[in-house]
């Protein structure tokens, strides 16, 4: 497994930027990706991330560093349609396709 | 394009029964993998499926068992079902071997009175 570690919970304001942090144990690791979940629905894809920088899509860009086993993702121009859950998953190296190792989400309230 | 699609939306049942929950993949994908997500945690793997066989399994007992066919639908059984089973049930699907993103479907809440 992965160990994945993230924050709970977040608050923000509207118009306010926030990033979500996450860590992940390194051996074996293949890839991080974030994932948003609304409250009922399912979880849709964010960001994937492989190499180590920042990748960067609108108002959304998620970080990665391998050597510390560190990633984190960016929010910028919060909206309240931005509030929910934000999944940190890793995949491993020796995993056939579709095996995720998921966090616990960090649940972010955006407040006007 | 239909992304993936899950019944039932929402299950009750009692302990001891068991339960069949079905998924059919996006459109092009072929594998299906199944995820449990109990309240206020994230997904957990249960297990893959890729042309027909069971590829990869996380940490649960034997009571949770699957099936491909071969339109790559899925189905995830639970038998002898536990207070403990009641979670989120998530298939998600992608395309071949490659490890990118999944494509979750909305989920089956099951509940065990």
């Known amino acids: 497994g992965q160990n994945i570690d993230q924050p709970t919970e977040m608050t923000a304001t509207e118009g306010a930027i926030v990033q979500i942090n996450c860590t992940y144990q390194?051996?074996?690791?293949?890839?991080l990706f974030w994932y948003q979940q609304h409250a009922g629905e399912a979880p849709t894809f964010l960001s994937y991330n492989v190499l180590d920088g920042l990748e960067e899509k609108g108002r959304f860009s998620s970080f990665l560093s391998r050597s510390k086993g560190y990633s984190y993702l960016l929010l910028k121009e919060l909206q309240m349609k931005d509030s929910a859950s934000y999944l940190c998953a890793g995949s491993d190296r020796g995993s056939t396709l579709g095996r995720l190792y998921f966090g616990r989400g960090t649940q972010l309230t955006v407040w006007p | 394009d239909a992304g993936v699609t899950q019944s039932p939306t929402h299950l009750i049942k009692t302990r001891g029964q068991q339960v069949t929950l079905r998924c059919s993949p996006k459109s092009g994908h072929d594998t299906v993998s199944w995820y449990q997500q109990a309240l206020g945690q994230g997904p957990q793997f249960i297990f893959q499926y890729y042309e027909e066989e069971e590829r990869q399994r996380g940490n649960f007992p034997d009571r949770f068992s699957g099936h491909q066919f071969p339109n790559y639908s899925s189905e995830l059984n639970v038998n002898a079902l536990l207070l403990g089973d009641s979670a989120l049930y998530l298939c998600?699907?992608?395309?071949?071997?490659?490890?990118?993103?999944?494509?979750f479907g909305s989920g089956t809440q099951l509940s065990v009175l």
């Open positions: 390194t051996s074996g690791f293949n890839g």
């Open positions: 998600a699907s992608s395309r071949g071997q490659q490890n990118e993103k999944l494509f």
